[in-house]
């Protein structure tokens, strides 16, 4: 029978439906979160079931994950998307020892032994170096992600010195009066960005494979800046945001 996995993070609700016996996915779904957690979460479980073929109700278990799992009333059981992520990742790339997954509101570095979570260190003080983070230099700058991704790996990279994403927002501005580039700043955020996810990643010492999951991880100029900046290779889902509803799926099969 299908089983499900829901994980609503701030920025986006994720969802995916598993054959509980053959650990196939048979559907997913991503929907923007917006104001209404439950409505999200009960929007994308459809999505998801409409992508499967198969009716909620037919659904043997439900598990909830992310920002906001504790507004899914229909989920028979909540798990910390840090296990969640650390269990999908593994299930797609075995020998992933490390999980580096950038959220809408916070950036994890996540240890894994065969799928279990062994230590992780977080970044949920500040917006800088998130989705939300970009999210407002695509405003700043007039480009969605997909563009963002393409200006900076055709810019030469600024320095964005400030650590706080209030201050680097005033900090874009003011090298756009001066002329500079949006390429050029976009490289300088992707730079920024990478930079912090290292800093995070020293805590955790790399062993192993790295898988980057997450939103930012859609973007290819960002995964290769990011490998570049850990000098190792860094493994990316075929659909990263899901990996965390992955992880719950399975955990509602297990």
Same mark, same amino acid.
């Given at each position: 029978?299908?089983?499900?996995?829901?994980?609503?993070?701030s920025v986006? @609700?994720?969802? &995916?439906? #598993? $054959?509980?016996?053959k650990?196939i996915?048979?559907?997913? !779904? /991503?929907?923007?979160?917006g104001?209404?957690?439950?409505?999200?979460?009960?929007?994308v479980m459809q999505?998801?079931?409409?992508?499967?073929?198969?009716?909620?109700?037919?659904?043997?278990?439900?598990?909830?994950?992310?920002?906001?799992?504790?507004?899914?009333?229909?989920?028979d059981?909540v798990?910390?998307?840090?296990?969640?992520?650390?269990?999908?990742?593994?299930?797609?790339?075995p @020998?992933?020892? &490390?999980v #580096? $997954?950038?959220?809408?509101?916070?950036?994890?570095?996540? !240890? /894994?032994?065969d799928?279990?979570?062994?230590?992780f260190?977080?970044?949920d003080?500040?917006a800088?170096?998130t989705g939300?983070?970009?999210q407002?230099?695509?405003g700043?700058?007039g480009?969605?992600?997909?563009?963002?991704?393409?200006?900076?790996?055709?810019?030469?990279?600024?320095?964005?010195?400030?650590?706080?994403a209030?201050f680097?927002e005033?900090?874009?501005?003011?090298?756009? @009066?001066?002329?500079?580039?949006?390429?050029?700043?976009?490289?300088?955020?992707?730079?920024s960005?990478?930079?912090?996810?290292?800093?995070?990643?020293?805590?955790v010492?790399?062993?192993?494979?790295?898988t980057?999951?997450?939103?930012?991880a859609?973007?290819?100029?960002?995964?290769?800046?990011?490998?570049?900046e850990?000098?190792v290779?860094v493994?990316?889902?075929?659909?990263?945001?899901?990996?965390?509803?992955?992880?719950?799926?399975?955990?509602a099969?297990?």
């Amino acid at each position: 029978m299908p089983v499900a996995g829901i994980d609503v993070g701030s920025v986006a @609700a994720k969802a &995916v439906v #598993l $054959d509980e016996e053959k650990k196939i996915v048979l559907g997913r !779904a /991503v929907l923007p979160t917006g104001w209404n957690s439950r409505e999200a979460g009960e929007q994308v479980m459809q999505a998801a079931c409409r992508a499967a073929g198969v009716e909620t109700a037919a659904l043997r278990r439900v598990v909830g994950t992310g920002y906001g799992r504790v507004a899914l009333p229909f989920a028979d059981k909540v798990v910390t998307e840090i296990s969640c992520h650390a269990r999908g990742a593994s299930w797609l790339f075995p @020998a992933t020892g &490390v999980v #580096l $997954d950038i959220g809408g509101q916070d950036s994890k570095v996540i !240890a /894994v032994e065969d799928g279990a979570v062994q230590d992780f260190v977080m970044n949920d003080k500040c917006a800088a170096g998130t989705g939300r983070f970009l999210q407002v230099v695509s405003g700043i700058l007039g480009m969605e992600l997909p563009e963002l991704g393409l200006a900076a790996a055709a810019g030469k990279p600024v320095s964005i010195s400030s650590m706080c994403a209030v201050f680097a927002e005033t900090e874009i501005i003011g090298l756009l @009066a001066q002329g500079t580039a949006p390429a050029d700043i976009a490289a300088g955020v992707f730079l920024s960005i990478a930079r912090r996810m290292r800093g995070l990643v020293a805590r955790v010492p790399l062993r192993r494979e790295c898988t980057f999951t997450g939103g930012l991880a859609t973007s290819p100029a960002f995964s290769r800046l990011l490998a570049a900046e850990l000098g190792v290779p860094v493994n990316v889902p075929d659909d990263p945001q899901t990996v965390g509803a992955l992880g719950a799926a399975l955990v509602a099969a297990r």
